[in-house]
Nanobody, 126 residues
Framework: QMQLVESGGGSVQPGGSLRLSCAAS????????MAWFRQAPGKEREGIAS???????NYGPSLKGRFAISNDRSQTALILHMNSLTPEDTAVYYC????????????????????WGQGTQVTVSS
C-alpha cells in the first residue's frame, strides 16, 4: 500500500532551520516526481519545490536559497531543508508524489500529484 508520511515539523524561532522528511512506502521517491507544498491558515496551498526523477528541481518564487529539496541517502525519503525561517513560513507542510517521473510543467499545481501525506505543522514564532 502506497503511503507518504511527513515528519520533522515543529516550533522554531525566526532565523532558525528545520529539516522535513517524507518517508515513502510502496512508492519510489527516485523514480517519480515529488514535491513539497504548504498551506498557511486562510490561504491556498502553495507549491514550495519539486524534484523529478532526473534530479531537476523547481522552486517557488523567493524560496530558492532558503529552502532546498532533495532525496535522502537511502533514497527512500524526500527531504526539505528550510533555513532563515520567518513567521510567514508558518504553515502545514505536505509532501506529494506523482505517478509520473517528470513534473517540470505546472510542477506547483496540486492536480499534478496523485499521492499526498497527512502534513506536518511548522510554526515560526519568537
Amino acid at each position: 500500500q502506497m503511503q507518504l508520511v511527513e515528519s520533522g515539523g515543529g516550533s522554531v524561532q525566526p532565523g532558525g532551520s528545520l529539516r522535513l522528511s517524507c518517508a515513502a512506502s510502496g512508492y519510489s521517491v527516485i523514480s517519480h516526481c515529488m514535491a513539497w507544498f504548504r498551506q498557511a491558515p486562510g490561504k491556498e496551498r502553495e507549491g514550495i519545490a519539486s524534484l523529478n526523477s532526473a534530479g531537476h528541481t523547481n522552486y517557488g518564487p523567493s524560496l530558492k536559497g532558503r529552502f532546498a529539496i532533495s532525496n535522502d541517502r537511502s533514497q527512500t525519503a524526500l527531504i526539505l531543508h528550510m533555513n532563515s525561517l520567518t513567521p510567514e513560513d508558518t504553515a502545514v507542510y505536505y509532501c506529494a508524489g506523482s505517478a509520473y517521473p517528470g513534473c517540470d510543467v505546472l510542477w506547483d499545481s496540486e492536480r499534478r500529484y496523485d499521492y499526498w501525506g497527512q502534513g506536518t505543522q511548522v510554526t515560526v514564532s519568537s
